[in-house]
């Protein structure tokens, strides 16, 4: 059984979707958890929610995100789960908006690996996405940032050796990023998506959070992207 008792966890991204998913299962499993988002009401609700500590920080900005782990101490395991920010098809998207896409994805996990202390038996988890694997043409630079993430990984995995450094790639999630489209509009798209996938149903928050708990626990896993996509690279 996976134990994470008494272990040091951030989670940056934690006070929504996926990192909070994430961040819940972690407490569930005894770690000493702390969220880190730019929001300072969402991090400070979502920490009192979930009785865990809670940090702001953008993780967009250098000098923040040094200064921060410079006096957070040593941490076990890192989970990087940044919203991507606009997208859209390439020739449609902005230079400011595609810069900023890659500052709040890539660039975001970059600045982490460089910059935190994690233990030697510890572990790094970046949370990419489908579309670095099945291209979309209405989310070219996102695929290519996903991609970018897990040739990242990679990398890290030997650099940073021997803490252990692992994607996660997520399909489409039933979470509040698609909170702007109507209700009708993410009904439909659920409902196309939950027939195409060979599970027959949309993916949720805490399946994703299953996976990134099994690459944190699992000592003999590094420089691996786990798919949690419910079939959808291979329909």
Known sequence: MFTLQDARVLVLGGSSGIGLAAARAMRDLGAKVTIASRSR??????????????????????????????????????????????????RDMSMPDAYSAMNAKFWSAYRTARAARIEPNGSLTIISGQVGKRPNPKSVLQGAINAGLEGLARGLALEL??????????????????????????QSLFKATADRLPVQRMGRAEDVAQAIVYVACNGFSTGATVRVDGGSTIA
């Open 161 to 186: 050796a021997p803490a252990r450094v692992n994607v996660v790639s997520p399909g489409l999630i039933d979470t509040p990023l698609h909170g702007g489209m109507s209700a009708e509009a993410r």
């Open 41 to 90: 009401d969402r991090v400070d609700a979502t920490a009192r929610e979930l009785g865990v500590a809670g940090v702001t920080l953008d993780v967009g900005s250098d000098e923040q995100v040094e200064r921060f782990f410079a006096n957070s101490g040593v941490w076990r395991h890192i989970v990087v789960s940044i919203s991507p920010g606009k997208s859209g098809p390439a």
